[in-house]
């Protein structure tokens, strides 16, 4: 097998250290179950670097996966060089005022995301948000695009039909809604009480509609204990019999952060990692904890993604589509004018 030739995606996404790649890095990378890589902000400064890192880490692991969290707002990863993407519950301001309007920004939103991101070799980000904004998790917030999962998924729709305009899968998240419970998964263990029925009737509806658009769905590390007392990204209930069976969901299933504090219930790194697995997910996150990376990387060794998962997986790698410089400098003036006119109605 030669320098260049793919290697077979393993189940495990992980980080690097900084702006290069260090030699524990290289490791990581070529280890037999790594799948993918996220970028985070220590990662990334202008585009040049971006690119060059990027190409170091396909140099290392041909045919690996990148991702980011690009949502725009507090989460926007990419800054020096890239357009600043206004938080998406910008966008439902927008569309309280003015609804073609608001689908036309979002899907501009999704394209000029798409093709910035495209510029410097990524696959994908983590994105749209699919959570409500019920004005209770501070975690969400402005991520979200509105209350209403109406107005959700009309603009996550076209905000995933910019992405795919610019070669890039979407990524849903946090399934089956984050927005309901106050505290942060990434320092606790939220737990939404509310029946199966209010879940399916509300947040599930901002979802519904684009499951057959979204090529990976991230799961919420929250309890739903009327539904299952495992998180959902644990859980076999959420990720097999509702996601898989009742919704008919078809893409790929990607954990969160296996190193978030709402995953320590599940047990040690290689535990959480084995569950996720086992309940459905078909590649699990590891992020900021280098020896915990070490430790799932062993333990998923031999334990090979099956053929229906690879494929899955396979189609969050971007798709060819031609650079166009003119193409982003007229979607970013697009964006820059619609802002500036819903902030003067908002005003």
Same mark, same amino acid.
């Given at each position: 097998?030669?320098?260049?030739?793919?290697?077979?995606?393993?189940?495990?996404?992980?980080?690097?250290?900084?702006?290069?790649?260090? +030699?524990?890095?290289?490791?990581?990378?070529? #280890?037999?179950?790594?799948?993918?890589?996220?970028?985070?902000?220590?990662?990334?400064?202008?585009?040049?670097?971006?690119?060059?890192?990027?190409?170091?880490?396909?140099?290392?692991?041909?045919?690996?996966?990148?991702?980011?969290?690009?949502?725009?707002?507090?989460?926007?990863?990419?800054?020096?060089?890239?357009?600043?993407?206004?938080?998406?519950?910008?966008?439902? =301001?927008?569309?309280?005022?003015?609804?073609?309007?608001?689908?036309?920004?979002?899907?501009?939103?999704?394209?000029?995301?798409?093709?910035?991101?495209?510029?410097?070799?990524?696959?994908?980000?983590?994105?749209?948000?699919?959570?409500?904004?019920?004005?209770?998790?501070?975690?969400?917030?402005?991520?979200?695009? =509105? #209350?209403?999962?109406?107005?959700?998924?009309?603009?996550?729709?076209?905000?995933?039909?910019?992405?795919?305009?610019?070669?890039?899968?979407?990524?849903?998240? =946090?399934? +089956?809604? #984050?927005?309901?419970?106050?505290?942060?998964?990434?320092?606790?263990?939220? @737990?939404?009480?509310?029946?199966?029925?209010?879940?399916?009737?509300?947040?599930?509806?901002?979802?519904?509609?684009?499951?057959?658009?979204?090529?990976?769905?991230?799961?919420?590390?929250?309890?739903? +204990?009327? @539904?299952?007392?495992?998180?959902?990204?644990?859980? /076999?209930?959420?990720?097999?019999?509702?996601? /898989?069976?009742?919704?008919?969901?078809?893409?790929?299933?990607?954990?969160?952060?296996?190193?978030?504090?709402?995953?320590?219930?599940?047990?040690?790194?290689?535990?959480?990692?084995?569950?996720? /697995?086992?309940?459905?997910?078909?590649?699990?996150?590891?992020?900021?904890?280098?020896?915990?990376?070490?430790?799932?990387?062993?333990?998923?060794?031999?334990? +090979?993604?099956?053929?229906?998962?690879?494929?899955?997986?396979?189609?969050?790698?971007?798709?060819?589509?031609?650079?166009?410089? #003119?193409?982003?400098?007229?979607?970013?003036?697009?964006?820059?004018?619609?802002?500036?006119?819903?902030?003067?109605?908002?005003?």
């Amino acid at each position: 097998m030669s320098e260049n030739t793919p290697l077979p995606l393993g189940p495990v996404m992980l980080d690097v250290t900084g702006l290069e790649l260090t +030699p524990e890095d290289r490791e990581r990378l070529r #280890h037999p179950a790594t799948g993918g890589v996220i970028l985070f902000a220590r990662n990334v400064g202008a585009p040049e670097q971006v690119a060059a890192l990027v190409a170091a880490i396909r140099a290392e692991r041909p045919g690996i996966l990148i991702a980011v969290d690009q949502e725009g707002g507090r989460v926007q990863r990419l800054r020096e060089g890239f357009t600043a993407i206004p938080p998406m519950r910008q966008l439902g =301001h927008v569309y309280d005022l003015d609804r073609n309007k608001a689908c036309e920004l979002a899907r501009a939103t999704g394209e000029l995301l798409g093709r910035e991101l495209r510029s410097v070799d990524i696959d994908f980000s983590f994105a749209p948000v699919l959570d409500r904004d019920l004005e209770i998790s501070e975690v969400i917030g402005d991520r979200a695009f =509105h #209350h209403d999962p109406d107005v959700i998924a009309r603009l996550a729709a076209e905000l995933i039909r910019g992405l795919g305009a610019a070669g890039m899968a979407a990524v849903g998240k =946090h399934f +089956p809604g #984050h927005g309901a419970v106050a505290a942060d998964s990434h320092v606790a263990l939220p @737990v939404d009480d509310r029946p199966l029925s209010e879940i399916e009737n509300q947040d599930l509806e901002a979802f519904r509609p684009v499951l057959g658009d979204l090529e990976g769905v991230m799961p919420a590390h929250v309890v739903y +204990p009327q @539904v299952d007392a495992q998180p959902a990204g644990f859980s /076999r209930v959420w990720l097999q019999d509702i996601l /898989r069976r009742e919704l008919r969901y078809r893409g790929a299933i990607l954990s969160d952060d296996l190193a978030m504090v709402g995953a320590e219930k599940v047990g040690d790194p290689a535990e959480r990692a084995t569950a996720a /697995r086992a309940a459905g997910c078909d590649m699990v996150l590891i992020c900021n904890q280098p020896e915990q990376a070490d430790t799932i990387l062993s333990a998923q060794a031999g334990q +090979p993604l099956s053929p229906e998962a690879r494929r899955r997986l396979e189609r969050l790698r971007a798709r060819p589509v031609e650079a166009d410089r #003119h193409r982003i400098t007229a979607l970013r003036a697009q964006l820059a004018h619609w802002l500036q006119a819903s902030q003067l109605a908002i005003a």
